[in-house]
């Protein structure tokens, strides 16, 4: 590919912030790249040091305390994302690294860089701390999760070696997000041996949103088992093309069940290192079958877990 991939990182210096950096070298991320690593002091800064001249001469002496730490936690987060840039050259010596720091709410200081940076990939960490001691996921984490219009990794650390073969786990269904996800995987660089595993659940939603997507030649309404598995059957061998096209062995399963459920004991239990989920599901009836998904084994997930926007797949891979 002609552009370089774009990674936007929120960086707050916490053990799970670093963790996702380290976490970055088992994505299978190109070897060369563009990235912005973001701290964000969860402050306000107020737009000058020097108070109006009519002020009281105690309401500006208050005025400049105030602009001097809040200027000093931007300058500590500064810091921070530079710590960052610094660490994650050692993982990518060739990537365009830059570091960035402002006095924000956190989530939403990072979901407005990202609407006008456009990233290919948003990178977080599962819990962490903002410059006034904050968590990010479930407060900062799941908004941009939920908020930003990029695909989002929710990194977590690893037991294994970055050369290791990676196992990645990919819930599909037949919407353009679950196709997304597993174009994401096919277009990145893994380790030799690394395995798929594309997981469906089926449970009412599956079935009511496949009644809108009939076999050929079906004249009723609603689908028996055996057509929703022969269905996703005939969908998930589609999906496993291009990853095996990348040598990557592939693997599949179709369960009934709670999407959420299936997808975050499957990935337990086959022990993925990460997660790949659409953004959003089957939407022909107005309800996404992974869209609530995605949030819950986000936060949920003993792995890392790339939440992919169909959108943000284009520019996904530069020259490896």
Known sequence: MSEQMKILIAYDGSDCANAALEDLQRAGLPRVAEALIMSVADVFLPPSSSPAP???????????????????AVEEARALAQHACTHLLTFFPAWDVHAEACAD???????????????????????????????????????????????????????????????????VDSSPDAAAAVHAVAAREWPAGSAVRLVTALDARMSTALAFMRLSGQTGTEMSEADESAWMSRTIDALAAPLHKRGLAVSSMLSAGDPKHVLLDEA??????????????LSRVERSLLGSVSAAVAARAHCSVEVVREQQTARSLSES
């Not at 105690?58 to 602009?67: D, H, L, M, N, P």
């Not at 979901?111 to 006034?132: F, N, Y």
């Not at 799941?142 to 073969?165: C, F, M, W, Y």
């Not at 337990?268 to 599901?281: I, Y």
């Open 268 to 281: 337990e239990h086959w022990g993925a290192d990460c997660l790949f989920v659409g953004a959003r599901g």
């Open 105 to 171: 709410s956190p989530a939403w200081a990072v979901v407005k860089k990202a609407e006008a940076w456009q990233p290919d990939l948003i990178v977080v960490g599962s819990h962490g701390r903002s410059a006034l001691g904050r968590l990010w996921l479930g407060s900062v984490s799941q908004k941009i999760l939920t908020e930003a219009r990029s695909s989002v990794r929710v990194g977590r650390s690893h037991r294994q070696t970055n050369a290791a073969p990676v196992r990645l786990l990919i819930g």
């Open 54 to 72: 009519d002020l009281p001469a105690e309401v500006s002496v208050a005025v400049q305390r105030a602009w001097a730490q809040a200027t000093q």
